[in-house]
């Protein structure tokens, strides 16, 4: 199994920065993911009052940093919402950037709860966590066989 590689942004300024398109695009994320902004901080490993200032339009720029360790959060708690990374860049004037991808099996399986609840397990490697829900999904075909 691959192990999952550390994501690395390369951000430069590609044109002027919207701040109301960013203020949608997270939005549009809480939208997705279903997630308050207290509730998203949390999950990306944000300080919930970035989050808010974001929202707010009270950071004026955001840190690159801050928005790749944003992405990079995001990225792992909900890959259905990782497509929207590279809007996220853009709205800030930033070249858009590919997101960190869950691995094929986990996308593929993101409909099942409890692939979502082995993928976001906190402080386990990423290859270490495709390898728990293959497993998972193992199992489950094996049972469904013996019940069938």
Not at 119 to 140: C, M, Q, S, Y
Request: glycine fraction near 6%; charge should be negative; hydrophobic fraction near 40%.
């Amino acid at each position: 199994m691959q192990a999952i590689e550390a994501p690395c942004y390369v951000a430069r300024m590609q044109s002027r920065r919207d701040d109301s398109r960013f203020v949608r695009v997270l939005g549009e994320i809480m939208d997705r993911t279903g997630l308050r902004p207290q509730t998203l901080a949390t999950a990306t490993g944000t300080d919930p009052s970035v989050i808010s200032r974001w929202l707010s339009g009270g950071t004026r720029h955001p840190k690159q940093e801050s928005i790749a360790a944003f992405a990079a959060g995001l990225a792992t708690y909900s890959p259905d919402a990782a497509d929207l990374i590279p809007a996220l860049y853009e709205s800030l004037g930033y070249m858009a950037v590919t997101p960190p991808l869950a691995p094929q099996v986990v996308r593929d399986n993101w409909d099942d709860d409890r692939v979502r609840q082995i993928w976001r397990l906190a402080n386990i490697p990423a290859d270490a966590k495709a390898g728990l829900v293959v497993t998972f999904l193992e199992h489950e075909d094996r049972a469904a066989e013996a019940a069938g």
